[in-house]
Every structure is written in structure tokens, then in C-alpha cells.
């Protein structure tokens, strides 16, 4: 609930909203994980700041399906918005 909240309040926080997409991978809520996952991954692209992990991630994902392992959830360097001051 805390996770979804920053996201929305946050909308750039793309470490917040992998987090979130973590979160629900591990409660089985899929395609809410591939939504956030994709947001998070598309807003770091036009950052130069690349997340391979969690593209292999989505990737053997979308092939694949679910497994057994939680996917990575970076924590990603980016300096935009209000935590540039």
C-alpha cells in the first residue's frame, strides 16, 4: 500500500516503482508487476540509465512466465526532480 502511494505520488521514482513491481511479483498480481516493471524500465531509458537486470528479467518473463526467484529491484542513480537539491 506504501509502495503504491509513493508511485503515485512520485511518478519519477523509477527505484520506488521497482520496488512496487517486486512487491507484486511475490503476490502473484503478474500483470500489475509487468506494467510497473515496463513504466519503470521505458522512464529509465530516457535517463541513460539502463537496468540490464531487469530487462533479462522481463524478458525470460514474458517467454518463460513466473519462476521461482523475486526479480531485481535496482536502486537507480538518477538525479531529476526534487532530489536534486
Known amino acids: ?3 503504491r502511494k509513493t508511485v503515485q505520488l512520485f511518478g519519477d521514482d523509477a527505484g520506488g516503482r521497482l520496488a ?3 512487491v507484486l511479483y511475490a503476490q502473484g498480481k503478474y500483470d ?3 506494467k510497473e516493471a515496463k513504466a519503470a524500465v ?13 530487462r533479462d528479467f522481463l524478458a ?5 512466465g513466473p519462476g521461482v526467484s523475486l ?6 542513480r538518477i ?3 526534487w532530489n536534486y537539491d
Do not use: C, Q, S
Open 71 to 76: 526479480p531485481p529491484a535496482p536502486d537507480p
Open 79 to 81: 538525479i531529476i526532480g
Open 32 to 34: 500489475d508487476f509487468v
Open 42 to 54: 521505458a522512464f529509465l531509458a530516457n535517463w541513460n540509465a539502463p537496468v540490464p537486470e531487469v
Open 20 to 22: 512496487l513491481a517486486r
Open 60 to 64: 525470460k518473463f514474458d517467454r518463460w
Open 1 to 3: 500500500m506504501h509502495l
